[in-house]
């Protein structure tokens, strides 16, 4: 699971394009957006993108999105319980 999360942290840093952020920096815990890493709407959609393209794993809709990127940590307790499907 900890590698797992370390690759969410290095794909949201690099491929959202976070200024002055490195991977290790990102708490597990810590909101995704808003006050946390500070992302809006536009970065969930290409989160949405991003977990399909890097993870193969399909975010159905905005309650699900909303459940799914609350945290690093939540994240990627959903990556792997949908690959266990």
């Known amino acids: ?31 995704l957006f808003e006050e946390g890493l500070g992302l809006d709407s536009l970065d969930a959609v290409e989160l949405v993108v991003l977990v399909q ?11 699900e999105g909303q459940a799914a990127f609350k945290s690093i940590n ?5 990556i792997t319980a949908s690959r266990s499907k």
């Open 53 to 63: 393209k890097h993870f193969d794993v399909q975010i159905e809709d905005m309650d």
């Open 1 to 31: 699971m900890q590698e797992l999360k370390e690759q969410i942290k290095e794909m949201v840093v690099r491929d959202l394009k976070l200024q002055g952020i490195e991977p290790s920096e990102i708490d597990d815990n810590a909101p």
């Open 74 to 78: 939540t994240l990627a307790e959903f």
